[in-house]
């Protein structure tokens, strides 16, 4: 599933000109990816500028000793190497002598020049005179690598295969106007003429292969542009008429970043990395502060298939040392699994789940974080363990039936009981003798009465399984959580009354039973929403639809409806269910626990575990209704 993994190298600062040797950090720096870097498999190199520290340099011993050890160390593992060049990879000599002349217009700078092909004949041969030191050095790296590439230019489009997967890189030139001034933000030009080349080669390799990914290189954040050229840039890596971008890598900033830019139809994601300001072997450290931050490198495994990206972020500590850099993770899942997981196409991802809402209403949408997604894996759970414990209790419920009428059985005993008990337990007793449906109609009450104490078992057992998930602190003693079922007299066809309430871990010394007694329900609001929905309902995405608010003392419930075969009754023209369940809660980080039975389709999980019971038994939930509304009657 790990398609492929890309070192992010940047902003490396090689002092060729006073270090011959390979400095402490950069061996530092190739321990430490021999390490990470060890069960990593289609490694892609990609370096997004600033080789050199100083200018450009024919000075590349270092340099190349560098990679030739970082070929040794990763060896046949590296595809493919990709590297775009740095302002400090320009040679300024021939700039200054340019402008002193006046050669150069100063107003490309400032104005929104279209800078295209017209342009480009005219200044463009000046331009990359500068970058031929930078050429010499690329085309020498990609030989240690035994990589072919026949291109001269400092910008193209190039294409790697990778199981099947077409991986198009394109690398951007964005220093080629770089001046060697100190804070170049805002001042930095892509040129049309560079982005129309791209885009034609993209087309033509398009035409050609199916591309799966589209991965950006260049040197300056997008932020770094001119206002003209990053809308002209953001424009076309947003534009699947343009090159159509899924990921932009670059450095300058000798910083670690995570950035996502998108419009409606597409997202961009940005990964910034860079090693920073050159650690020499001659003693001379940098003291000011912006050269003080920390050296970092990335790497990120490519998950096609499931359209994630892991990223590894790698930061020196005050001793100079590679460790995980744990500022960069937000939440303890992140610094537990040492890495930061994202998408690779946002908007191609449903990323959030449906919460319903009423019938004729819009349904809300809720984005996936890892709280949702650590309460989805307790909801899995609870559904799982309750459907286990209530297959165990009914297995018991049919023993207890079976005693019960043992001694009404006319029949031997021992094998009569064996034979009753296996016709009940298999294919939940769907293929039983009329010897014992027979028995079972005698002892209807008794079938019927063990329902009830079924309903109460559900409640009981969820509820006890959230408690277990949720209250984990001495504060969590005034959490309450009230799971109930109500029932419909049809006599009363507008009305639910109580059948079942539960309230795990109630405690009389600390509550007033009375202040959370279940009212009877009228037949409106979320009862009817949820049965004409067919799903169930949380009443904070639904309060514009209930007409009587949520009493004080509590904060939030699901309405949960079983849709088994049996549970309606004619009402007029229409239906309307006989039974009907719900879960109150008074603290909103229930909330999501809510959302996620919702999410899950609670009612059908209800329905399964009821129609076991059903259909065990060959009873309807009709007859229950019934059973109950006759044992009203006899309490009054």
Not at 95 to 115: A, M, R, S, T, V
Not at 313 to 335: A, I, L, P, Q
Not at 374 to 381: A, Y
């Amino acid at each position: 599933m790990n398609n492929f993994t890309i070192l992010h190298l940047s902003d490396l600062h090689f002092d060729v000109n006073n270090d011959e040797t390979i400095t402490d950090l950069h061996t530092r720096l190739l321990n430490d990816i021999q390490l990470e870097m060890q069960y990593s498999d289609n490694i892609i190199i990609v370096v997004s500028g600033d080789l050199y520290n100083q200018g450009s340099s024919k000075k590349n011993k270092i340099i190349l000793d560098f990679f030739r050890k970082l070929h040794e160390i990763l060896g046949e593992k590296v595809i493919d190497v990709i590297i775009v060049p740095g302002n400090h990879d320009k040679k300024l000599d021939n700039d200054k002598q340019k402008y002193k002349n006046g050669f150069i217009n100063y107003d490309i700078l400032h104005n929104p020049e279209p800078l295209d092909s017209d342009w480009k004949k005219q200044e463009w041969k000046f331009f990359n005179s500068s970058f031929s030191n930078f050429k010499n050095l690329k085309k020498d790296i990609l030989d240690i690598f035994e990589i072919e590439n026949n291109s001269s230019c400092t910008y193209e489009c190039r294409v790697v295969n990778i199981e099947e997967h077409n991986i198009l890189f394109v690398l951007l030139n964005t220093s080629w106007l770089c001046q060697g001034h100190n804070d170049e933000r805002r001042k930095i030009r892509i040129g049309n003429f560079q982005l129309q080349e791209l885009n034609s080669q993209y087309k033509k390799i398009k035409s050609e292969k199916n591309i799966d990914l589209v991965i950006a290189v260049g040197h300056h954040p997008l932020n770094w542009f001119t206002g003209y050229d990053q809308d002209l840039i953001t424009n076309s890596f947003l534009s699947k008429e343009g090159l159509n971008v899924d990921t932009y890598l670059c450095g300058h900033t000798h910083n670690r970043d995570i950035v996502n830019w998108y419009n409606n139809t597409k997202s961009l994601l940005t990964l910034v990395s860079g090693i920073g300001w050159p650690n020499t072997n001659h003693g001379e450290i940098p003291q000011n502060d912006e050269k003080k931050e920390k050296h970092t490198y990335s790497s990120y495994v490519f998950n096609l298939e499931i359209n994630s990206i892991d990223v590894y972020v790698r930061s020196t500590n005050d001793n100079d040392e590679f460790n995980t850099d744990f500022s960069m993770y937000k939440n303890d899942h992140e610094s537990k699994e040492k890495k930061i997981t994202v998408p690779i196409k946002m908007r191609n991802n449903k990323s959030y789940f449906v919460l319903y809402t009423g019938v004729n209403r819009s349904n809300k949408s809720y984005y996936f974080n890892e709280k949702v997604v650590d309460e989805m894996l307790i909801v899995s759970k609870h559904i799982s363990e309750l459907k286990y414990r209530m297959k165990t209790i009914l297995d018991k419920y049919v023993l207890d039936f079976l005693k019960a009428i043992n001694n009404n059985i006319d029949i031997d005993k021992e094998n009569g009981f064996n034979t009753y008990q296996e016709e009940l337990l298999i294919g939940n007793g769907k293929n039983k003798s009329p010897e014992l449906i027979d028995l079972i109609k005698k002892n209807k009450q008794l079938v019927l009465s063990n329902f009830e104490n079924y309903l109460g078992a559900i409640c009981e057992n969820l509820g006890n399984l959230i408690v277990e998930a949720k209250w984990n602190n001495a504060e969590d003693f005034d959490d309450l959580i009230r799971l109930h079922f109500r029932y419909c007299q049809k006599e009363e066809n507008n009305i639910y009354k109580k059948l079942i309430v539960k309230i795990p871990n109630y405690d009389e010394d600390k509550l007033e039973y009375a202040d959370y007694e279940l009212s009877d329900m009228e037949w409106e609001d979320l009862l009817e929403a949820s049965w004409k929905e067919k799903h169930s309902l949380v009443y904070s995405v639904n309060k514009n639809i209930c007409k009587k608010p949520i009493k004080d003392v509590w904060h939030n419930f699901i309405t949960a409806i079983p849709n088994c075969n049996s549970n309606y009754f004619s009402y007029r023209n229409d239906k309307r269910p006989l039974l009907t369940f719900g879960i109150t809660v008074n603290h909103q980080k229930y909330d999501d626990y809510l959302y996620a039975l919702s999410f899950f389709e609670f009612e059908n999980v209800l329905s399964s575990i009821i129609d076991d019971y059903l259909n065990t038994f060959n009873i309807e939930i009709s007859q229950f209704s019934d059973y109950c509304m006759k044992g009203m009657k006899e309490d009054e």
